[in-house]
């Protein structure tokens, strides 16, 4: 079975900015509805399944709120 | 499980605190990741510059200085000339770098000083809400601008890197931008050099990063970037002015 | 007599703005009336607030040291308003975001889940004027005729449809008498 | 009709009405609606708004604009205020009248953005080289924010003098009603500037002197205009001084928080009253050592380490015990905190010099 | 008997302060020439700087201010923003214009300041006794570059009129000499010129001159033309580097 | 073994002696030999010599290489000591140790360039924004141009705060024999210097505190040194106070001066004495009142304007009347003159206040 | 008769640089033996017939102490 | 006793030279001495001088208010210079270039052709030796060994030739007893 890439998303680092959202190229992420800690519309993973870990995201992602790592899918 | 992409070491844990979506954000990173890469970390210096980033001195993971207002290249000479052994960087906005800081900025390229200052251009002084920068595009409107910048009240925007270009001191200059992914490993590539040429002793580097301002731009930050991408890009091209072979 | 009021809350709330209303209102009622923002770089996320005194006498200190009334927007500005507040004073909560008790009990604490009631008008935004409303039927700081007036003639003359849902959710405050809550 | 402003924007506002047609300035909090205010305004009459590419830049242009006989004004806080330095000696030498506003936020260094008063030194001393003066006006309100600029022209005229109006965040972000000042249209003339030797001799603006002598007497004609200004200008405000046991010195914001402290400790019994300066050069000193004459202990209010402490001690020469409350960094002093201080000092008087350090 | 070389109108009959042989003269005569020659004497105002050149407020038969050491820019834009209609121009030092001044000459000249400039580089600081200045050769003795100007320490030379060749604001850059009378009628056309630009209402007008300072340079003044010939002219190339057409 | 050196060379050289290493400076009248002899010593001991492109870049070299943690000067004269206000606020209030120089001349504005001592208030009031304090040295002789200079070094180190050399044109200018002081080997530990973190935890040099009640404690911490300076590091040097009926006050080359007029009035008969304060800030008060214990006159002799008038006023509180004897511009006291009025206020004890206008 | 050009040569504002000298093509130009008011050894004609009114010395003079004028010759 | 003596003269008459001579002579003598130039642009023509003194005592004020001599180089410096000196005082004038008769009757007044003198011994620059070894003569302030020895062995150490005909000048001037003359 081919390591596949887990993406870690932290919640309360996020600020709803969405740039990761619009630069998905798989339209895994969306912005949830409720807000966190900050007042933000986090983050989610809407279909992680679709990932193939380009790590678009992550690469756009202005707040360290992602991350990625090689592994077992969890 | 080993991790292919994390935050680098050479940024602290104390979240940003700059608006939702600001690319300060992933500039600070890439400047992180090449310390990370480069093995620098405990003999860094940075020099944080009075902007949205004067808080820099918080995030970047190595030992800091804070400067005043636009004087960062001249922290920066002095700590240089007294340590020359150490990589100092500094990291300052348009307005602190090219607005009243303009003479230690060209002083410091002019006399190759070996340091690597990271300018992030985002057309705008973003910390004081918004004003015209010198890198305010013609017909942008500010709140020092409420008619768009106009050439004979307000002159034109300044390219640095072009300026800098015809010094001899720089051995390194870039513009580069972060408004989508391939840019941003483009901007990641430039800013390692930046770092390099400092460790081969080369003299000045300057890596120009084009940012946005989504707050005082009044844009969404996807919105912003276009915006980057089509009225900036433009004025502001891309590449790398000076480079060693 | 003196009304001295904190409004307080998340930068995007509209908190300056509802203080600057109530400033105009005095003004309007010809009035003696002062208004000092927080500023500064908290434009990036975080709280703000502003400080309103009106009065019918000349104002000697425009600074809030002990509110008369605080109008609290979010949770951060309950922690640091409530212990400020005059005692008897008013503690008006805005309490779709504000869950937690308050922990004095010499206040007049109302809560009202003006965030709600504003979602129930459509516009999530007007929350403040749910929350002015409510202020100003309780205290009669100044009159709500005053204020649907600015917002009229002045603040929204050219866009009638935010006219209209800022009435509404003024009204919705001032309706929302209820639920008086002592503290603690 | 009294209109609702912010203090920032009331001072640009009667800046324009008092003929100021020109600004030079750069950003930084909390003066910066001053800048863009008058951004949006000056171009409305016809002046010229120009945003500086430094502080330092923007004293020059003001020198140049002065010298060819314009009224103009610059602004900004703390440490813009510490790189005009120079620029302010060159103006005070060179005599050039022009208006120029500190919105004091909390220092040294960086420091914060939040209101302070610790650049008095700086403004009543000269932070520049050199022996000269700069008149001081130091409103209390939104509407002697207007007011004072309007006087400000008019004294920098009357003296060719630099006029500094010296604010704190507060006054500046703040919005209180006010009356503004009617537009005024005859500006004095203008028989020094450099506007072009049409039919005239040439002028010169200047303020080098190689020859000591030479340079000595334009010090003494200096220092005689100082002395002038002095007797003529000196401004300020009493409240309740008549029977004063305790007298509160204060200006500023700080005055407006003790005048409210005053009222509750004279309800209290205690006999206190204030004495508000309103030119911080020329100060007060006699004015004040009246004030005091039936004091038994002064109260100094500041939101820094006690600067104005030495003018009060320099009018009362110790012959009134001088205490001093002050809060810093952007801290302002709880007119509950000050009144405590009155009744420590005002029920005992207890005698404790303070003695700056 | 008709005058057909006499000192221009446009100069008082104050005589000179410079040291015998310094060119500073040679250039005050031009620029003189240059005013009388457009007729704009009565509608002139000058900006003397800090350097030898302090007192020029005495030598030009014009109003004049004298401003702080490096801010002439600045107060010739306040200057000129008040009355535009009247022509503004600055005399300066390379010390004056190139080091301390740097940032309000770039400034003016990105915002397209209607003004003209005149720049008199003579390669080192004359007024306090020859010290380096930006302009100052590799290699060249200074008092504070005793074992001659090194890169290391003290950079490369600056050619501020490359450099703003990069702006849009200029209209009007040239470089000229006085190390022969064939290069002082070139320099004579050049800050005609100069002034034609801004009496035209077109930009920002800069004419570089390249003077000698016998005194500092230890060297007679014949001979310090034939050095500056030598030396300078490789280095500091003489054209227009911005021209209207 | 004397050696005969200029003052501004004598400094210089018992700089590199107190291990300074590291220069950053630009031009100016009348202290431009102190560069030029750094320019060459440096290299020698393998030091930083840098001429800056301003005086606002030398100033924040010199905030980048103290924060590095080298033993770091830099100096100007009124202009371009105006120019570094900004600089110092920031200096103090990021506590670096650095020494300044001021050889003082004439202003305001560029003024000229014989010798001054017209920026007193400037140096001991803060010329920058902000509460902070700078130690203030005021050498009278070459000797202690040297002498000063290392201990400027020292007691930055000590406090972490800038220091401070206040000259005049004259004691820079002026050759005198002197003793150089000894090479100092062993620096103090700087625990705090951004130099790297190899091994620790990183450092931060800075001076912001965004949130009021932080920037108000470090003020209060600040405000603490302060105190603490003033109590310990006073310096002053009495001549003939002990029965002194008439006391001069004087510093640096009016000091020098006074002592002449001093040693004449005696010979006349006049019990004249001379109170020269060393340290300007912290200022000698308390040992000042002393001094003017059986003085029924004082006379103040400065080069300015009667700036330090302010300090003795502060110092002696009404008690004994204040005159004050000054030349401006560069015009030099002459003994005689001074003498002259030591006659007139010495023999009659004309009580006649000075007052600050 | 042809016009011809006069020098004008300021004795009292010439401080004996030269460089009218070292640039006139016909060595028409020296400097004089005796000191002038200003402690210089001032320019003199040494052959004034030989000058051909070129006026390079004039363009060259830094201290305006050459000027010439078209007339008879005096 | 206490010397206070000012040298006057053009910038590039060697005045400057002269007073550091003497201060260096006095320190070798090991006697109290101080020494003030004037400074600044005067470099461009105009004129120089410097105030030495040289005692036995501690000095009190380096200022040279009176001197007690005054050697004069040119005229601009004579009229500066003759009202300012001691009375009894010495004035020496380098009688070459100095041709009009001094004011005050008050002085010990020396004419020194000390120009021609040097041109007579081949170097013009070297009358500032001329008078310096003149006053020396007069005044003994320091021993004119003294000077010659540091002009050995320091200042010409190197250059033979230059030391030679200074050496000339001074001695020159030492004979050059003649011409006391009383001012006007
Ligand atoms: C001497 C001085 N002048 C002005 C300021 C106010 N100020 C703070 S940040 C800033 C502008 C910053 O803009 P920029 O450098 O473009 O950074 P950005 O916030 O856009 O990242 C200004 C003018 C200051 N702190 N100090
Ligand atoms: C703020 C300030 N710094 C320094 C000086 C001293 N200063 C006077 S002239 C000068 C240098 C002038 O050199 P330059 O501009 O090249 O003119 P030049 O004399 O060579 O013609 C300096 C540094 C000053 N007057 N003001
Ligand atoms: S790694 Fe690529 S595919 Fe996966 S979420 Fe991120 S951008 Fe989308
Ligand atoms: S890019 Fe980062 S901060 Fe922005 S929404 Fe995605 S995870 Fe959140
Ligand atoms: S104001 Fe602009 S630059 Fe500053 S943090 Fe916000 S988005 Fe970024
Ligand atoms: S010092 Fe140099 S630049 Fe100055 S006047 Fe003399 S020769 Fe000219
Ligand atoms: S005009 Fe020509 S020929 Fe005549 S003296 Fe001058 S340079 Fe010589
Ligand atoms: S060029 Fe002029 S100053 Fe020089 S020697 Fe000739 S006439 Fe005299
Ligand atoms: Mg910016
Ligand atoms: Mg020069």
């Not at chain 3, 403040?128 to 309780?138: K, S």
């Amino acid at each position: 079975m081919a390591s596949r890439v887990v993406l870690h998303l932290e919640r309360e680092r996020c600020k709803g900015c969405g740039l990761c959202v619009a630069f998905c190229p798989r339209e895994v992420l969306g912005l949830a509805q409720e807000l966190n800690g900050l007042g933000y519309h986090p983050v989610e993973m809407r279909a992680g399944e679709r990932c193939h870990g380009c790590g678009r995201c992550a690469l756009m992602c202005p707040d360290l709120a992602i991350s990625m790592a090689k592994g077992e899918a969890v | 499980m080993s991790s292919t992409f994390a935050p680098p070491e050479a940024l602290t844990k104390v979240p940003f605190h700059y608006c939702p979506g600001c690319t300060h954000g992933i500039i600070h990173r890439l400047v992180g990741e090449a310390i990370d890469r480069l093995s620098i970390r405990e003999r860094t210096i940075g020099v944080a510059s009075v902007g949205c980033s004067v808080l820099a001195y918080n995030y970047f993971n190595v030992d800091m200085q804070q400067a005043a207002h636009g004087r960062a290249p001249a922290v920066a000479t002095g700590i240089k000339r007294v340590l020359p052994d150490r990589v100092v960087f500094t990291y300052q906005g348009d307005g602190d770098l090219a607005s009243i800081g303009l003479a230690e900025l060209v002083h410091a390229a002019a006399r190759g000083e070996r340091i690597t200052v990271i300018f992030v251009n985002n057309a705008n002084y973003g910390m004081t809400g918004g004003q015209m920068a010198p890198t305010t595009l013609l017909g942008q409107i500010t709140t020092t601008t409420p008619s768009g910048r106009a050439v004979k009240e307000a002159g034109y925007p300044l390219r640095v890197v072009e300026m800098l270009a015809t010094l001899e001191g720089p051995v390194y200059l870039a513009r580069v931008s972060v408004h989508d992914p391939a840019n941003v490993i483009r901007a990641r590539r430039a800013i390692i050099k930046a770092f390099e040429v400092q460790l081969q002793d080369l003299g000045f580097a300057l890596v120009e990063v084009l940012s946005i301002c989504p707050t005082n731009w009044g844009k969404k930050p996807v919105e912003a970037l276009s915006w980057l991408k089509e009225h900036m890009l433009p004025v502001f091209p891309l590449g790398e002015f000076r480079a060693v072979s | 007599m003196t009304h001295e009021i904190i409004v307080a809350g998340f930068g995007g709330q509209g908190v300056l703005f509802t203080g600057q209303l109530l400033a105009y209102a005095a003004l309007a009622e010809g009035r003696e009336v002062s208004f000092i923002p927080s500023y500064g770089p908290e434009m990036r996320g975080g709280t703000a607030h502003c400080a309103v005194v009106i009065s019918d006498e000349e104002i000697s200190s425009p600074l809030v040291e002990e509110p008369t009334a605080a109008l609290v927007f979010n949770l951060p500005s309950l922690a640091r308003f409530e212990p400020r507040v005059k005692p008897g004073g008013l503690l008006l909560l805005n309490s779709s975001l504000v869950h937690r008790p308050v922990q004095r009990n010499d206040l007049l604490v109302y809560r009202v889940p003006a965030s709600e009631i504003a979602a129930g008008l459509g516009l999530d935004r007007v929350a403040n004027m749910v929350m002015l409303g409510a202020y100003l039927a309780l205290s009669r700081a100044v009159s709500p005729e005053t204020v649907r007036r600015l917002l009229e003639e002045k603040i929204f003359a050219r866009s009638p449809q935010l006219l209209e849902v800022n009435r509404q959710a003024l009204e919705a405050g001032e309706r929302y008498t209820g639920s008086l809550a002592l503290g603690a | 009709m009294k209109v609702l402003m912010k203090g920032n924007e009331a001072l640009a506002e009667a800046a324009v009405r008092a003929g100021c047609r020109c600004f030079f300035g750069y950003p930084i909090t909390p003066q910066t609606e001053l800048l863009e205010y008058l951004a949006r305004r000056l171009p409305e009459v016809g002046g010229v708004f120009l945003q500086a590419e430094s502080e330092v830049a923007a004293i020059n242009m003001v020198y140049g604009a002065a010298g060819a006989g314009a009224r103009v004004l610059t602004s900004s806080s703390g440490p813009g205020i510490s790189l005009k330095q120079e620029g302010i000696s060159y103006l005070a030498a060179a005599e050039l009248p022009c208006v120029i506003v500190n919105i004091m936020r909390g220092g040294p260094g960086l420091g914060g953005i939040q209101p302070s008063q610790a650049d008095y030194f700086q403004a009543t001393r000269g932070g520049g080289h050199g022996d000269y003066r700069v008149i001081v006006l130091a409103p209390a309100s939104v509407q002697e924010m207007a007011d004072l600029a309007v006087l400000a022209f008019e004294l920098a005229d009357a003296y060719r003098n630099p006029v500094m109006i010296l604010g704190d965040g507060i006054l500046g972000q703040m919005m209180e009603p006010l009356e503004l000042p009617p537009f005024k249209e005859d500006l004095p003339a203008r028989e020094w500037a450099t506007d072009g030797c049409r039919g005239r001799a040439r002028r010169i603006i200047n303020s080098l002197y190689l020859d000591a002598e030479e340079l000595e007497r334009h010090n003494l004609r200096l220092q005689e205009k100082y002395r002038r200004i002095a007797e003529r200008e000196v401004r300020w405000e009493e409240y309740l001084t008549g029977d004063a046991q305790v007298l509160v010195v204060a200006f500023g914001t700080c005055a407006r928080i003790a005048r409210a402290t005053v009222k509750a400790a004279r309800s209290e019994g205690i006999r206190a009253g204030l004495f508000r300066p309103i030119t911080l050069w020329p100060y007060p000193y006699r004015q004040l050592q009246a004030a005091a004459a039936s004091a038994r202990a002064v109260l100094v209010v500041e939101m820094n380490a006690g600067q104005m402490v030495e003018d009060v001690r320099l009018a009362l020469e110790g012959r009134v015990p001088v205490h001093f409350y002050g809060r810093t960094g952007g801290m302002v002093p709880a007119s509950g905190a000050v009144l405590q201080e009155l009744r420590r000092i005002g029920g005992v008087g207890r005698v404790q010099h303070v003695r700056p350090a």
